[in-house]
């Protein structure tokens, strides 16, 4: 049974001018996520996937059409106000895990905390709750040049955490693994799924789209297939 809609698009368009000429990224996309679901985006280079991510992680608004989170239109939404919506509500996992080097696996993944001035005591009990959740508690005091490709692609995940967010935005999380580390990041995220999160991850690798609930195949801009995996 649906638990309803989290994220809906209608109609939305995203164009970038470059020199004279406007590139069309996204053209018409309609879609809904439920919460709860897990969705893998699928599709070559250049057909508008990391485009629709940023769309709904609210790094980008919509040249045209509407988007809705929570049932609340994104383009209402002050600047300010999505600001506080992307540090408190959305959490993101990049390819190139986004790591600050000097600061330890700790200190990396309470940075969310930092930014929304939660006292130090507080942000370090959350941060190794996290980093214990994502199986590095006796990585804590680690640079990230201490730790393996995976390891750092954990400790942007407990990050991502950090804030209890309704939603994970995962772009290619195993782009940069070999492959018995990236099944264990994506059985990762599949366990955030199985508690009630709502995922969605942009990937080239069919395995990876596997263990989404739904595959959504973006093609020049549109969903050209949009399916149940199961």
């Keep these: 049974m649906s638990a309803g ?5 209608q109609g939305v368009a995203k164009r970038y001018a470059t020199g004279r000429t406007a590139v069309e990224a996204l053209r018409g996309i309609d879609l809904r996520v439920d919460r709860g679901e897990f969705v893998a985006l699928m599709g070559p280079s250049g057909s508008g996937k990391t485009t629709l991510l940023e769309i709904l992680g609210c790094l980008s608004l919509p040249s045209e059409g509407r988007y809705s989170l929570a049932g609340r239109p994104v383009e209402e939404i002050p600047a300010d106000g999505l600001a506080k919506l992307r540090g408190e509500e959305i959490g993101f996992v990049f390819q190139s895990f986004n790591l600050l080097p000097r600061l330890s696996a700790l200190e990396n993944a309470e940075l969310p905390l930092v930014y929304r001035r939660v006292g130090r005591g507080e942000r370090r009990e959350r941060a190794r709750a996290a980093l214990e959740r994502v199986g590095l508690g006796g990585r804590e005091r680690h640079l990230p040049g201490e730790l393996s490709g995976g390891e750092r692609q954990r400790v942007a995940i407990a990050r991502a955490l950090i ?3 309704r939603l994970i935005l995962a772009d290619e999380p195993t782009g940069n693994l070999d492959t018995t580390t990236g099944g264990e990041i994506m059985a990762l995220l599949a366990g955030l799924h199985a ?5 969605v991850v942009v990937t080239h690798d069919a395995r990876v789209a596997e263990r989404a609930d739904r595959r959504l195949t973006i093609r020049d801009g549109r969903i050209a297939e949009d399916r149940s995996t199961h």
Excluded: A, I, K, Q
């Design 163 to 165: 804030n209890r967010p």
């Design 5 to 9: 809609p989290l994220l809906e698009l």
């Design 195 to 199: 508690e009630g999160n709502t995922v």
